[in-house]
């Protein structure tokens, strides 16, 4: 058991301030919105820079804008923790997600460097630039970057003005052609963590502060289209219809049944589209959206093959034609074994009861982990509410997740 955390009494007093000082720079006046390369991000760059440095943190931005702060170690040529997670926003966002996990990794440095302690490694505490994707409507830059995967093509892309990625690096003060000179060699690395808030109820609803992450959901996404036959809702009996509407009721409610019968599958149809789209009129076509998630590939794939199933049977039925187009596919990211034992124990050392779930959002941990073992603590939410202003993570539940983090932290002392 590693010693206990010493966190200063006004840990959650200077928390709630930064949250707030953070929240408060926006690119928006009556919202939060914070895009990458922009007048905002630099803000809040050079206001956490700050906060590094006071920690004894040497502190550098690469060139996409990740934030990075160095506490060094008290080994010559040492590996590297990184702790990390992103500053940039969605429209209209809370202040918790992303943030809080950067102000944690800070707060543990904090703590570290108030006792005068060094470790065997080196600890890199990462505020990435863009994981939201809201400005190229791509995730991840900052952590593909260190990743090392983001492409030439992707600085290709542009935002709604028509600038590239690669014009806005530039003009925010990087060398889009340096980039690739930026990542992290995996040998030099001894693990990623980052906390983040839930964005999710099941920690609210269990009473419990934090939970230890054990994947980042793999994902499909389908487009289905079910053709039949448009016609006059007044004049085309009940018997002759090939009427898609009803096609498509009829799968969603599967989807539904499909998610409710499977442990830990989550099975959307988030958009649907009908046409000709009049209340005369008996509808001709349908396209809906599908979206499968589940920590376990197998599962996901087997949820998706019976939809499929289900949705061919329901055409031939309906006498309705059944597109069923994939349009994305991701694979579950299973994180460390060795590192969930790790926060485990620190959970239980903080007598907090340690519980296991997946990540059905993703985060920059899903690219971290090509390089480094990763894991993930996540932070009770008010309502499971993200994404939206009302978005809230007590400083209470902060703190019992910078304990577990210090522990496992400080517990990698022994590993090294
Ligand atoms: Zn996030």
């Known amino acids: 058991m590693n010693r206990e955390p010493i966190i ?90 992303g943030t809080l996990g950067v102000l944690l990794g800070l707060a543990c440095v904090e703590a570290l460097a108030r006792e005068g302690r060094r470790l065997p490694f080196a600890i890199e505490v990462i505020a990435f630039s863009d994981e939201e994707g809201l400005r190229f ?25 028509g600038i590239s990625i690669r014009d806005a690096v530039r003009e925010y003060g990087g060398n889009p052609d340096l980039i690739s000179a930026d990542r992290k060699v995996s040998d030099d690395l001894i693990g990623y963590l980052e906390v983040h808030i839930e964005q999710g109820p099941l920690l609210e609803s269990l009473g419990l502060p934090i939970g230890i992450v054990t994947a980042i959901a793999g994902m499909n996404r389908v487009q289905i289209t079910f053709k039949g036959e448009a016609g006059h809702a007044g004049t085309v009996p009940m018997h002759l219809r090939r009427d898609t509407l009803v096609a498509a009721a009829k799968f969603i409610a599967a989807v539904e049944q499909v998610g409710l019968m499977t442990e830990g599958l989550v099975a959307t149809v988030g958009q649907i ?69 790790m926060l485990s124990q620190a959970a239980e050392d903080e ?60 517990g990698y002392e022994q590993g090294v």
């Open 351 to 410: 007598k907090i009861t340690p519980y296991f779930l997946s990540s059905g959002a993703g985060h920059d941990a899903v690219q971290m982990s090509r390089l480094a073992p990763s894991a993930m603590i996540f932070v009770r939410c008010r309502g499971g509410i993200s994404h939206n202003p009302a978005e809230y993570a007590s400083s209470i539940d902060a703190e019992a997740a910078l304990k577990v983090l210090i522990r496992a932290v400080t």
């Open 8 to 97: 200063p009494h006004n840990f959650q007093q200077t928390f709630e301030a930064r949250i707030e000082a953070l929240g408060r720079i926006s690119e928006a006046e009556d919202n939060l919105v914070r895009p990458s390369f922009t007048p905002a991000m630099r803000q809040v760059n050079t206001l956490v820079g700050e906060w590094m440095r006071a920690a004894g943190m040497t502190v550098r931005e690469d060139n996409i804008g990740n934030l990075i702060g160095r506490y060094e170690s008290s080994m010559p040529n040492a590996k590297t923790l990184v702790i990390g997670s992103h500053l940039d926003t969605v429209k209209d966002a809370g202040r918790y997600d």
């Open 137 to 161: 409507h791509l995730p991840y830059l900052g952590s593909k970057t260190i990743a090392g995967v983001l492409s030439a093509e992707d600085l290709q892309r542009r935002d709604e003005n």
């Open 273 to 341: 589209e009908a046409l000709p789209g009049a209340s005369n009129a008996i509808p001709g076509k349908v396209t809906i959206s599908l979206d499968v998630r589940h920590q376990d590939d197998t599962t996901r794939l087997n949820a998706v093959d019976a939809l499929y199933r289900e949705a061919q049977q329901i055409g031939q039925h309906s006498r309705v034609d059944v597109a069923w187009e994939q349009i994305a596919e991701s694979m579950s990211i299973p994180c460390s074994p060795q590192l969930i034992e």
